[in-house]
């Protein structure tokens, strides 16, 4: 009996790639098709800068925000990695209690969460879930301009969606297709990478 031939192994992405193609599949698509030197902008110095103070306060306020009680426990900067997946990436923070586990991600923004976002949030609980064994079921996003926290709860539909999405970005990739600009125009008006969409003006 002649043996299976082995499946290629799949590209590890990251989870900011989720995040970035539900934003606009082009900044994925200039990412990894036609790298550039990224310039550092004075928003990207600015979430840094607020990352470090966030991280500093977060330390000394209790769980309220997040509906749980002060035995809750947080991590912070929690590498995660699912070789199923061939997924990757770093989560803001974790809270766990009692065994329960949420994931927390810092946005630096006016907005609610975005689509986006819940779909960044939905990608990091699936590495968590595949680290720990257990399924989570809830995380948060975290706005630190009006400091709400905002429960995202994750669905099945999440899951097939963010699956359904890395499989895009691994065949854009491996087919070297530019896949259409978003229809948010508003978004390109700041993209560093408009220059290179020569269909938008």
Do not use: W
Not at 18 to 23: G, L, R, S, T
Not at 131 to 142: H, I, L, Q, S
């Amino acid at each position: 009996m002649l043996a299976e031939p082995e499946r290629p192994a799949l590209l590890e992405l990251r989870v900011t790639d989720v995040k970035q193609f539900v934003y606009c599949p082009r900044i994925v698509y200039f990412t990894y098709l036609m790298p550039i030197e990224k310039k550092v902008t004075r928003k990207m110095e600015y979430g840094k800068e607020e990352h470090v103070q966030l991280d500093r306060l977060e330390k000394r306020r209790t769980f309220r925000a997040y509906g749980l009680t002060d035995d809750a426990e947080r991590r912070f900067h929690v590498h995660l990695r699912s070789e199923r997946l061939a997924l990757s990436g770093v989560l803001d923070m974790l809270l766990v209690q009692r065994d329960t586990y949420y994931p927390v991600e810092f946005k630096y923004t006016r907005r609610r969460p975005e689509l986006n976002h819940k779909y960044q949030l939905m990608a990091c609980a699936m590495l968590l879930e595949d680290t720990v064994a257990k399924p989570v079921r809830a995380g948060f996003v975290y706005v630190t301009e009006d400091r709400t926290a905002y429960p995202v709860e994750f669905t099945q539909n999440m899951r097939d969606f963010v699956r359904a999405t890395l499989t895009s970005i691994r065949d854009m990739i491996r087919y070297e297709k530019m896949p259409p600009p978003t229809r948010q125009r508003r978004k390109c008006v700041d993209c560093e990478f408009r220059r290179f969409c020569n269909d938008v003006h």
